[in-house]
């Protein structure tokens, strides 16, 4: 079976490092820019991660890819992801109107599971975004996944991955567990949607 070597999976994920850092910089930014001019930000709080070298790996596997750095910097746009913790749905939006207005960052995938919900109930938006980085010899872009959610629909994610999602061998894919997490995502919706009322 194949492997990445340990230098190379270090080498690999070096820009991809620069580029997360590099957003979350922006992000901050843009979040302490409407607590000065509104006194009031959008995002409740952000989490970063780069893949692990086995989590690399495995997905190249899974995708028919031969197990190799060079095949992971071409095959994959996960390698660095940011979650983005909103209060509100319309938050959500907002954050991601300023994102698209940064002329030198581009956006390579979009996929709106907020308005389209998954069939499970996940609502969540996700965007694949170029970042530059630059090198003593230039620039390249370098993807970050970005996954933007609402408090209640971070809740239910985290929960319904962990007492479904991890457990599926143990408790089927059919399981009474997951309607009930269905049912849970429409009451977290219309709780949410009431407290925006309330704003």
């Not at 780069?50 to 995708?63: F, G, T, Y």
Request: a negative charge; proline letters at 3%; glycine letters at 4%.
């Amino acid at each position: 079976m194949e492997y990445i070597e340990e230098a190379d999976y270090d080498s690999l994920i070096i820009p991809y490092q620069d580029a997360m850092a590099n957003l979350m910089t922006r992000l901050d930014s843009l979040n302490n820019d409407y607590r000065r001019k509104y006194k009031n930000y959008p995002i409740h709080h952000m989490q970063e991660r780069i893949k692990k070298k086995e989590s690399i790996e495995e997905k190249l596997r899974r995708k028919g890819c031969r197990v190799s750095a060079e095949e992971a910097r071409e095959n994959l746009t996960d390698i660095a992801g940011i979650r983005i913790i909103c209060y509100f749905e319309e938050d959500i939006y907002h954050v991601l109107e300023r994102i698209k207005r940064q002329t030198d960052i581009l956006i390579l995938q979009e996929k709106d599971y907020i308005r389209q919900e998954k069939e499970n109930g996940y609502r969540s938006l996700h965007i694949i975004v170029g970042i530059p980085v630059y090198h003593i010899d230039g620039m390249d872009y370098y993807p970050v996944e970005i996954q933007m959610r609402t408090m209640a629909r971070d809740l239910w994610a985290s929960m319904e991955h962990r007492i479904c999602y991890k457990n599926e061998e143990k408790i089927g894919k059919d399981s009474p567990k997951k309607e009930t997490f269905k049912e849970f995502a429409k009451e977290l919706y219309q709780m949410e949607q009431k407290l925006s009322e309330m704003k």
